[in-house]
């Protein structure tokens, strides 16, 4: 479906005036609610609970001095962050807000673009997103940013490769990679135990393993806490953006909270349906009309929004090698041995057995045993190796050239020179009187 040229001018108008009100609005979202995950109020000062904070928050980025350090790479310094906001804005053009409307006479979705593989474009332009943080660490010639964008780099290798497995068996249930047929195929009624109660199809009940995969592999691919290591304020200072302030440092505040929202909403669509109405209100006649289809759309993203600041809020950070182990030796060989059970059991069955038949209960207790095993393997304890007795070695108090004391517990070594100056200054006995 092509649209003319005014109608995709008045989407991406409509498009980037929704995600910087969005992107204000979670900004004060997020303080308000961690407020109240720690007994405390939030911003309650400017306007009505506090609303205006946000607004505040901005102007005042965008009026700050804007200065560049001289050792800075200036081209790359000032192209970074130009690189993260944009890709962060076109990740958007394939994520559908509704279904098929009619606006001034030409019927069109509620989408800015609908590709064949809307899915793996909507993931190539978030991978260059990541050039934006590994270029303003190396651009700022600072070691701390260039730390933090290395952590950025590894990160994105990592959890970018569950991620895209995670996609994989969307791709194999839906039989497309289109983000409106993805959603569309999820409208299909699902039949719990043989009873028609009106539930939807939605793709995490049966694709449950991809989904809790996805969850984790978006947190990481984020930064957020707590996987927000190449930020990492009390390691790194600020990590790739210790040297931005100004314009500079807004635009990537506004890449981190857009980032948020656009994997959410990747969530919502490949998993929770979408646009479609929210059990039971797809039930009640007239809320499954496709201008209401935004509200639901942005009700399940907020939820996915949620999940991001109670994990800041409850979870600490984690280490960088228990970052790396759990990536590498969890969530990708689960998501490869996930993706192979359901090929098989795709093909094998076909379509029409494992959407109508009992075979949906065995993918289900697959799924089951795949994330309890996933949850026993988070909690084992690492074995570490048995630590080799340390040769004993004379403590030397002048070893390096410096008297110093020894360490507790050692056993000093007794001189015969102190043995021999002990005995010479010991007084003669006294001889007993009779």
């Known amino acids: 479906m092509s649209d003319p040229w005014w109608l995709v001018l008045i989407k991406v108008v409509a498009l980037f005036v929704i995600l910087l009100a969005w992107t204000i609005f979670n ?21 009505p609970l506090g609303l205006p904070q946000a607004v505040g928050d901005g102007a005042k980025l965008l009026i700050k001095e804007d200065f560049m350090p001289h050792m800075v790479d200036k081209v790359l310094f000032t192209l970074a962050p130009l690189i993260a906001g944009t890709a962060a804005f076109t990740a958007w053009a394939m994520i559908p807000f509704g279904g098929e409307v009619e606006i001034f006479g030409v019927t069109t979705y509620l989408q ?108 990481g691919e984020t930064n957020r806490a707590p996987f927000d290591l190449p930020e990492a304020e009390s390691e790194l200072v600020s990590g790739y953006i210790t040297e931005y302030s100004g314009f500079r440092y807004a635009i990537y505040f506004l890449a981190e909270y857009i980032n948020m ?112 095993a996933l949850i026993i393997i988070m909690l084992l304890p690492e074995k570490k190796p048995d630590p080799k007795p340390k040769p004993k070695v004379e403590f030397d108090a002048f070893a390096g050239g410096y008297p110093i004391p020894p360490p507790l517990g050692t056993q000093l070594p007794v001189l015969e020179s102190v043995v021999v100056a002990q005995s010479e200054s010991e007084p003669e006995p006294v001889p007993e009187e009779v």
């Open 112 to 219: 800015l673009t609908d590709m064949p593989v809307g899915v793996l474009m909507i993931l190539a332009v978030t991978s260059v997103g990541i050039y934006g943080f590994v270029l303003a660490g190396w651009s700022s010639n600072s070691p701390y940013s260039l730390l933090g964008g290395l952590r950025s780099s590894a990160q994105m290798i990592s959890y970018e490769i569950a991620m895209g497995l995670s996609f994989v068996a969307v791709f194999l249930f839906t039989s497309s990679m289109s983000t409106h047929e993805i959603v569309e195929h999820q409208r299909y009624s699902f039949l719990p135990f043989g009873f028609d109660i009106g539930w939807q199809q939605w793709n995490w009940l049966i694709l449950l393993p991809s989904f809790c995969i996805y969850v984790i592999s978006m947190v």
């Open 261 to 372: 929202a656009t994997v959410s909403a990747i969530a919502t669509t490949l998993f929770m349906g979408g646009y479609l109405p929210i059990w039971p209100f797809n039930l009640i006649p007239g809320l499954d009309n496709p201008w209401l289809g935004p509200i639901w759309f942005i009700v399940k993203v907020q939820l996915f929004i949620s999940l991001f600041v109670w994990l800041r809020g409850t979870l600490p950070r984690f280490r960088y090698d228990q970052f790396m182990s759990l990536g590498w030796k969890v969530l990708i060989p689960v998501s490869l041995a996930w993706i192979v059970v359901f090929a098989v059991v795709r093909k094998v069955q076909g379509e029409v057995a494992l959407l109508e038949g009992p075979f949906r209960y065995i993918m289900l207790a697959i799924a089951g045993v795949l994330i309890v």
């Open 27 to 47: 900004v004060w979202y997020e303080r308000r609610l961690v407020g109240k995950m720690q007994h405390r109020r939030g911003p309650i000062m400017n306007g």
